[in-house]
């Protein structure tokens, strides 16, 4: 068997009993995932990659928390929100505006034509004027493509609330997205 066939939660259950490089194949599996859901929270790269560690550090210093009957994906997720919280309290960490426009560059296609960049960098500066609850869910939904079960559970909300916030800031989005277009 190989590695990549072993699951998320078989790799946390050789981990629970001290086989730590477990724990190195989740971060393989998943670092850069967060690392975007990080990076389009933030827009920040050097804090989004010490984000990306700090959940990491997490799963091995909690790894005994860890309940096999629950997704790994979940939990991690959970993990990277508290780390989220953590971040934002911390007032010193307020993006500058080349940061956000070097990660902007480096989230569109450049293959992509000159209307279409215009068109996804009016949307990326629309989700940054988001509520940070509704930036969350929408990374959450439309870029990590987290299930709304799952996100219900990273939350510790329910299915339907979790479907009429993600509708209402797609609606809100909608109309940034519109007013910065007309602008």
């Known amino acids: 068997m190989q590695i990549s066939d072993i699951s998320d939660e078989a790799l946390m259950l050789k981990a629970q009993r001290g086989e730590l490089d477990a724990v190195g194949k989740l971060y393989e599996r998943y ?3 967060l690392f975007n859901f990080f990076i389009r929270i933030t827009g920040n790269r050097d804090d989004s990659a010490d984000l990306t560690q700090n959940v990491f550090y997490r799963v091995l210093k909690y790894r005994g928390s860890y309940n096999p009957e629950h997704q790994f994906r979940t939990w991690m997720y959970q993990m990277g929100r508290n780390c989220l ?7 010193s ?11 902007l560059s480096a989230l569109l296609n450049d293959e ?11 949307l990326f500066k629309a989700i940054e ?18 299930k709304y079960e799952e996100i219900a559970k990273i939350t510790n909300d329910s299915v ?13 989005l909608k109309e940034i997205y519109f007013e910065m277009e007309d602008a």
């Open 160 to 172: 339907p609330n979790i479907k009429i916030k993600v509708h209402r800031t797609l609606k809100r």
């Open 31 to 33: 670092s850069k995932k």
């Open 112 to 122: 992509n034509s000159n209307n279409q960049v215009s068109q996804d960098a009016i």
């Open 129 to 146: 004027n988001l509520p940070f609850e509704g930036k969350e869910l929408l990374v959450m939904c439309k870029f990590q493509k987290l």
């Open 93 to 103: 960490k307020h993006p500058n505006i080349e940061d956000k426009d070097n990660v």
């Open 85 to 91: 919280t953590d971040y934002r309290k911390d007032s």
